[in-house]
């Protein structure tokens, strides 16, 4: 194992419910739902869903008006929950010091699609021969990344990885590998995603995984380990972490949230989007081995469950499989319910609301699940009803588990706590 | 003399300023438009105007030098 271990120094977010990191997070922890019944203005055809939107989001106030308008929804996004990760690890937003080996990694699933169908409407239905002159730069997956390394100065690694749900939280196992290795003393990690495209939203319809939902129901329509769950709920949101090494970070006295401590990963090389319990647990291993970590020490594990009729209790399988006996006695939540399934985004996500649970002793429940849990999906201890607070932490799982079958999950301990 | 309305107007949409109070010689810069962004919005009165900006222009940086470049086109406009 490496001498080098891995500070988690810095958190922002963009989500459904809230514009910063510690917004999003009081929301969840009082059990608010970000998700609302979506009914785009300008659909060709009436289209209503259930979808999480960063509604308290302002890009204009945040980028400016010339700025937001060069920018693809899924880079504001993302550029504002980097940043505001950047300042909360209290470093200089302009490079004053060498930053020739700082890096970023980033993920997101689909990218600038609305970038992309703004261009097709131009040109197939508004009959335009010309397309605006920064539709490839706005629309290309790696524009996020290149955005926040620029205004921040970075000059290692910039790399975007497109691994559809797990992209962000491969994208944080690579950037901690970095760090851990010695590459690099600093890496800004994370993820966004607006998939609210017409194009997209149909896309996902055809697949049939979608939760229906009206305005009535829509806050309540993503019920991950619930037996009425019907699907998953398209979102929007950004989220991403300072990753920095713990004795530089100690050094300059950073407020350090948690260790990164290990990253595993898998490929279920089984099926494109049927889930495997044998895939899922492998990562789970590769985890806890990669940190030294035994199940015994795991007191929480932040489930990807997306509230699909399969993939729920598959991952439950998973842990049970991974943690052995523990399984039954680690809290389990699934922060979807609330702020719906952001992709690319939701390892990022999924990390920076554990980061700071790990930071602060809390525990997210499973919003809806204290009436309705799916006895398929027993075997782990869920957290129903109220949020937990004040509880001690010693460290916490992520899950990401992505359609194409690649599973990345990674293991945080809480400060001290070894 | 060409009405300057369309230019007040698209620059107040599209930067949320009121030009009419600043400055002609406010620089675009300190608005925040880069050179990607003036990118978009020439293309963007091309469109509005049916009018090709030549080539050979040079790129606006004050808000007065806009204001210009928009009455021009909206007087060129077909």
Same mark, same amino acid.
């Given at each position: 194992?490496?001498?080098?271990?891995?500070?988690?120094?810095?958190?922002?977010?963009?989500?459904?419910?809230?514009?910063?990191?510690?917004?999003s997070f009081e929301a969840l922890l009082a059990g608010r739902s970000g998700v609302r019944l979506h009914a785009p203005a300008d659909a060709p055809k009436p289209l209503a869903l259930p979808a999480g939107i960063c509604a308290d989001f302002d890009p204009?106030?945040?980028?400016?008006?010339?700025?937001?308008?060069?920018?693809?929804?899924?880079?504001?996004?993302?550029?504002?929950?980097?940043?505001?990760?950047?300042?909360?690890?209290?470093?200089?937003?302009?490079?004053?010091?060498?930053?020739?080996?700082?890096?970023?990694?980033?993920?997101?699933?689909?990218?600038?699609?609305l970038v992309f169908e703004r261009g097709y409407r131009d040109l197939f239905i508004s009959g335009r021969e010309r397309l605006p002159p920064l539709t490839v730069v706005q629309a290309m997956n790696n524009a996020c990344a290149s955005h926040l390394a620029?205004?921040?100065?970075?000059?290692?690694?910039?790399?975007?990885?497109?691994?559809?749900?797990?992209?962000?939280?491969?994208?944080?196992?690579?950037?901690?590998?970095?760090?851990?290795?010695?590459?690099?003393?600093?890496?800004?990690?994370?993820?966004?995603?607006?998939?609210?495209?017409?194009?997209?939203?149909?896309?996902?319809?055809?697949?049939?995984?979608?939760?229906?939902?009206?305005?009535?129901?829509?806050?309540?329509?993503?019920?991950?380990?619930?037996?009425?769950?019907?699907?998953?709920?398209?979102?929007?949101?950004?989220?991403?972490?300072?990753?920095?090494?713990?004795?530089?970070?100690?050094?300059?006295?950073?407020?350090?949230?948690?260790?990164?401590?290990?990253?595993?990963?898998?490929?279920?090389?089984?099926?494109?989007?049927?889930?495997?319990?044998?895939?899922?647990?492998?990562?789970?291993?590769?985890?806890?081995?990669?940190?030294?970590?035994?199940?015994?020490?795991?007191?929480?594990?932040? $489930? &990807?469950? @997306? %509230?699909?009729?399969?993939?729920?209790?598959?991952?439950? =399988? #998973? /842990?049970?499989? +991974?943690?052995?006996?523990?399984?039954?006695?680690?809290?389990?939540?699934?922060?979807?319910?609330?702020?719906?399934?952001?992709?690319?985004?939701?390892?990022?996500?999924?990390?920076?609301?554990?980061?700071?649970?790990?930071?602060?002793?809390?525990?997210?429940?499973?919003?809806?699940?204290?009436?309705?849990?799916?006895?398929?999906?027993?075997?782990? $201890? &869920?957290? @129903? %009803?109220?949020?937990?607070?004040?509880?001690?932490?010693? =460290? #916490? /799982?992520?899950? +990401?588990?992505?359609?194409?079958?690649?599973?990345?999950?990674?293991?945080?301990?809480?400060?001290?706590?070894? | 003399?060409?009405?300057?309305?369309?230019?007040?107007?698209?620059?107040?949409?599209?930067?949320?300023?009121?030009?009419k109070a600043a400055d002609a010689a406010t620089e675009l810069a300190g608005l925040g438009v880069d050179s990607l962004s003036l990118l978009e919005m020439v293309f963007e009165m091309e469109e509005q105007f049916g009018v090709k900006v030549d080539e050979?222009?040079?790129?606006?940086?004050?808000?007065?030098?806009?204001?210009?470049?928009?009455?021009?086109?909206?007087?060129?406009?077909?």
């Amino acid at each position: 194992m490496s001498a080098r271990r891995v500070a988690v120094t810095g958190v922002g977010m963009v989500s459904p419910l809230g514009a910063t990191a510690q917004a999003s997070f009081e929301a969840l922890l009082a059990g608010r739902s970000g998700v609302r019944l979506h009914a785009p203005a300008d659909a060709p055809k009436p289209l209503a869903l259930p979808a999480g939107i960063c509604a308290d989001f302002d890009p204009a106030a945040a980028f400016g008006r010339a700025k937001a308008g060069t920018l693809d929804r899924y880079s504001q996004l993302g550029i504002a929950a980097g940043l505001e990760a950047w300042r909360d690890a209290g470093l200089a937003p302009a490079a004053d010091e060498d930053r020739e080996a700082w890096g970023i990694a980033w993920g997101t699933g689909v990218g600038g699609a609305l970038v992309f169908e703004r261009g097709y409407r131009d040109l197939f239905i508004s009959g335009r021969e010309r397309l605006p002159p920064l539709t490839v730069v706005q629309a290309m997956n790696n524009a996020c990344a290149s955005h926040l390394a620029i205004q921040l100065g970075l000059g290692g690694s910039c790399a975007t990885y497109s691994v559809a749900c797990a992209s962000s939280a491969m994208a944080i196992g690579e950037a901690f590998r970095r760090v851990r290795s010695g590459a690099a003393p600093v890496m800004l990690a994370g993820g966004s995603e607006a998939p609210l495209a017409y194009g997209v939203i149909r896309a996902w319809l055809a697949l049939q995984v979608l939760a229906p939902g009206d305005a009535e129901s829509a806050p309540r329509a993503s019920k991950p380990f619930q037996r009425a769950r019907a699907g998953l709920v398209l979102a929007e949101g950004g989220a991403a972490l300072v990753l920095e090494d713990w004795a530089r970070a100690e050094q300059r006295g950073a407020r350090i949230y948690a260790e990164l401590a290990g990253y595993g990963e898998s490929c279920d090389h089984g099926n494109l989007v049927r889930p495997s319990s044998d895939g899922q647990a492998r990562a789970l291993r590769a985890a806890l081995a990669d940190a030294a970590m035994t199940p015994q020490e795991v007191d929480y594990v932040n $489930a &990807h469950a @997306t %509230g699909t009729r399969e993939g729920d209790s598959i991952e439950v =399988a #998973a /842990l049970a499989a +991974a943690l052995g006996a523990r399984a039954a006695e680690v809290a389990v939540s699934a922060t979807k319910a609330s702020h719906g399934h952001t992709l690319g985004g939701a390892g990022a996500l999924a990390a920076a609301f554990t980061v700071l649970g790990l930071h602060q002793g809390a525990v997210p429940a499973t919003l809806g699940a204290d009436a309705d849990l799916d006895p398929e999906c027993a075997g782990v $201890a &869920h957290v @129903t %009803g109220a949020a937990r607070r004040g509880v001690r932490l010693r =460290a #916490a /799982l992520t899950n +990401a588990f992505a359609f194409g079958g690649s599973n990345a999950v990674l293991a945080f301990r809480a400060r001290g706590a070894d | 003399m060409a009405d300057p309305a369309p230019a007040y107007r698209y620059i107040q949409e599209r930067l949320g300023v009121d030009v009419k109070a600043a400055d002609a010689a406010t620089e675009l810069a300190g608005l925040g438009v880069d050179s990607l962004s003036l990118l978009e919005m020439v293309f963007e009165m091309e469109e509005q105007f049916g009018v090709k900006v030549d080539e050979d222009t040079p790129p606006p940086r004050s808000c007065g030098e806009l204001v210009a470049l928009i009455e021009r086109l909206a007087a060129a406009k077909p």
